[in-house]
């Protein structure tokens, strides 16, 4: 099983980044994703799901309005097109995946990409 994400980078306040996660190692449309951050010196902060069928979504609240996640099924990838950045969403961001239903519990996914860096700074 492979996780793999890239995009992440350095972008000024108000920027804009899109954060990709290549899969590969099971059956990507069985599971619903996850995109996860995590901030110097803080635990795991689930930031958004999509169901297995793209049909369900859910954000975390302060990202709402500026984040959207998709997935392609047939390309086994999501992504994370991330919009008017702030200082605070600076973090890794790492994809996970958990069979059948998304959880806004890092605890209770499966499998975990290795993570991208995301610094948003003036």
């Known amino acids: 099983v492979q996780l793999v994400e890239s995009g992440g980078g350095m972008v000024q306040p108000g920027g804009s980044l899109r954060l990709s996660c290549v899969a590969s190692g099971f059956t990507f449309s069985n599971y619903a994703m996850s995109w996860v951050r995590q901030a110097p010196g803080k635990g795991p902060e689930w930031v958004s799901h999509?169901?297995?069928?793209?049909?369900?979504?859910h954000y975390l609240n302060s990202v709402k309005g500026r984040f959207t996640i998709s997935r392609d099924n047939a390309k086994n990838t999501v992504h994370l097109q991330m919009n008017s950045l702030k200082p605070e969403d600076t973090a890794v961001y790492y994809c996970?995946?958990?069979?059948?239903?998304?959880?806004?519990?890092?605890?209770?996914?499966?499998?975990w990409g290795q993570g991208t860096q995301v610094t948003v700074s003036s």
């Open positions: 999509i169901n297995t069928g793209g049909d369900s979504i």
């Open positions: 996970a995946a958990k069979y059948y239903r998304g959880s806004v519990d890092p605890g209770e996914y499966d499998y």
